[in-house]
């Protein structure tokens, strides 16, 4: 299945040489450019891609006010952004986790590492290394506004076993780690994060880390 990619970034040599790499690729395709989070908002809706490649900063409409408009478009469940930052942690990717991103990539990344990373948000699984979602946690729940509430309440549709694994998940561990320490194997801890997500409505694994510390089940400093 073909992986279909909608670029926005208000830079045109940037989404030159990225649509370049995309189309190069046998399993990918680009199917529409945004130079604005507004044209991105509008080609999203237009031709429903899988993975938006969002930059943050651009004019009128940033990438964080359009990746919160695409998350939260019902036409657009199975549409899922990916984040092009300077900076792997900063106080705009903690933003856009909150709006709903699967993951972000650093603008100075290889070109193989952008395909991969599209190939891993498009597979349903976030892109936030370990030691970024710890950090990533005690930034969101600084975050300016309302205070968090914290409510268990939705934690009650997974057993026991997969309420584990989505503390793990939010705890910052990978499928691998989760597994040596349950004794168990990935392909067992993927089934239960899977199962997690669909019960928890989330639409991948970075929106189930948000789960795990909007109700409590991890806290900031990671236990």
């Known amino acids: 299945m073909t992986i279909r990619v909608l670029l926005a970034d208000d830079q045109a040599l940037l989404r030159g040489t990225f649509r370049l790499l995309i189309d190069s690729a046998d399993d990918m395709e680009v199917v529409a450019e945004a130079a604005d989070g507004r044209e991105a908002v509008e080609r999203a809706v237009a031709t429903r891609p899988d993975i938006v490649v969002m930059d943050i ?3 009128g409409m940033d990438g964080l006010a359009a990746t919160a408009a695409i998350c ?3 036409n657009l469940s199975d549409t899922r952004v990916l984040i092009l930052t300077t900076f792997e942690i900063d106080e ?9 991103a699967s993951g972000f990539v650093g603008k100075g990344m290889s ?9 891993t948000v498009a597979a349903g699984d976030s892109l936030l290394s370990p030691q970024a979602t710890r950090a990533l946690i005690a930034r969101f729940l600084a975050l300016p506004g309302p205070p968090l509430e914290l409510s268990e309440e939705p934690l009650k549709v997974l057993t026991g076993r997969e309420r584990e694994v989505a503390a793990l998940v939010g705890a910052g561990l990978s499928n691998d780690e989760i597994a040596r320490s349950m004794h168990v194997s990935p392909f067992t801890v993927r089934t239960h994060v899977q199962r ?22 991890v806290r900031p400093d990671g236990r």
Do not use: C, S, W
């Open 57 to 59: 900063r651009m004019p």
């Open 111 to 119: 070109t193989e590492d952008l395909l991969t990373a599209v190939r």
């Open 196 to 217: 997690a997500m669909t019960k928890l409505h989330a639409r991948d694994r970075a929106q189930l880390v948000v789960i795990a510390f909007r109700t409590g089940l």
């Open 72 to 74: 939260a478009n019902a």
């Open 92 to 100: 705009y990717v903690a933003q856009a986790l909150k709006a709903g």
